[in-house]
């Protein structure tokens, strides 16, 4: 989801950006935010931290989100620096914000939905995107919409979450976002 509002912000920023810039920083959000996570759960698993890509438990959850927010940390000390992308660093903010909440949230042995964390944060980042540019994306907030109601639904239909949890998930995703947008709008 980081990669996909990373990807949206280039295709609707009004800034010159040199396409140069554009793919190495892709390239290494590629390499960060999905390689390096899949590498990381292959080596949880071998090493038995983890039992299956599902994070069943609380006690599961706790080490792949360290490590998560570790390479947030990474990406927003070594490729989103507030100097370059002030919006896109903000952004990063927000998700290192709401992984660290979702780990204290394992620590007390709550299961928030990592997915509707995920989706929710997304969403109100295209949202204040619209506003600090001025664009009418009403046909993107509009499938965001859906595709957050479908994701909700999807884990109430197999049965990996409570409604609590996934409520719990949409604050945990969008109150970092909301609370960061005047740093940048």
Do not use: D
């Not at 959000?29 to 071998?46: A, R």
């Not at 042995?109 to 540019?133: D, E, P, Q």
């Not at 970092?176 to 947008?181: A, T």
Request: charged share 10%.
């Amino acid at each position: 989801m980081p990669l996909l509002g990373v990807i949206f912000y280039f295709s609707k920023s009004p800034r010159y950006i040199p396409i140069e810039i554009i793919w190495a920083k892709l390239i290494s959000l590629f390499i960060l935010m999905v390689i390096l996570p899949v590498l990381l759960y292959f080596l949880l698993k071998t090493l038995g931290k983890v039992k299956s890509i599902y994070l069943e438990t609380t006690t599961e959850r706790i080490l792949p989100l360290t490590l998560n927010c570790l390479v947030v940390i990474i990406v927003i000390q070594r490729i989103l620096t507030p100097s370059q992308i002030i919006e896109l660093y903000y952004f990063f903010i927000g998700i290192l914000i709401s992984s660290m909440a979702c780990l204290i949230l394992a620590f007390f042995k709550f299961k928030a939905s990592i997915h509707m964390i995920a989706v929710s944060g997304v969403f109100m980042f295209f949202i204040a995107l619209s506003i600090h540019f001025s664009i009418n994306i009403n046909g993107t907030l509009a499938l965001m919409s859906i595709i957050t109601g479908s994701v909700a639904t999807s884990r109430l239909h197999v049965k990996a979450h409570t409604y609590k949890e996934l409520i719990t998930g949409i604050f945990v995703g969008v109150i970092p976002q909301i609370i960061l947008i005047p740093n940048w709008l």
